[in-house]
């Protein structure tokens, strides 16, 4: 059904997008510096940069379909040790020390966006991240049409906007109470998260095979 296509893609989203690396840094940066809206439209120029990646991702997914059917198990395990890798990454990097490299440049919300565009855009590995997502949640063992890939991509585009929404409102909450300590233990927060969630699927999806 194209809601399991919207939903489907929402996680894939928002999952996708919880990551304090280096764009999450410069939009935590330019909320505390400049504000929420500033924090929000940066994101937001990740978001257009990720669903063009997602949009590439989910309709190689149609060329593939065959061959991801006969090697499910195979992929499952490939788009997991890729995920569990992306949370270790996570886990194990330092927000506080981007954070304190970045300047205070000062930028109009255009600037803002496109920045941040085109930081994420010349990112190709992103592709293969979706095609790890979308795998993951068995999106490929769906053989939907073109309706099916818009609903898709909607619900992709949604979720990451909500991780941006969310992350820059908090964030301009607690202007005042944030410090780099803090941002250290978000970043270890999300990157357990991530793996965490992996394993759990996992485990889910072999017990369903049994």
């Not at 999952?15 to 940066?29: F, N, R, T």
């Amino acid at each position: 059904m194209s809601l399991n296509f919207l939903s489907d893609g929402i996680i894939v989203g928002f999952l996708a997008s919880v990551s304090l690396g280096p764009i999450g840094v410069l939009c935590i940066q330019r909320t505390l510096n400049k504000g929420k809206l500033s924090g929000f439209i940066s994101g937001l120029g990740a978001v257009v940069s990720d669903t063009i990646y997602a949009i590439i991702a989910s309709f190689s997914i149609s060329y593939i379909l065959g061959f991801v059917t006969k090697y499910e198990l195979f992929i499952q395990i490939f788009g997991a040790l890729v995920l569990i890798g992306l949370g270790i990454s996570i886990f194990m990097s330092n927000p506080a020390v981007e954070l304190r490299k970045q300047k205070k440049v000062k930028s109009s919300l255009f600037q803002d966006f496109i920045s941040t565009f085109f930081l994420t855009i010349s990112n190709p590995l992103a592709i293969g991240l979706f095609l790890a997502w979308f795998a993951f949640f068995e999106v490929v063992k769906e053989d939907g049409g073109l309706p099916e890939h818009v609903m898709l991509i909607g619900g992709v585009f949604l979720g990451a906007t909500i991780w941006w929404f969310m992350l820059t409102s908090v964030i301009n909450l607690f202007r005042s109470k944030i410090n780099l300590r803090r941002l250290w233990w978000l970043n270890k927060i999300a990157g357990a998260a991530i793996v965490v969630l992996v394993i759990v699927a996992f485990s889910v999806f072999m017990m369903n095979k049994a």
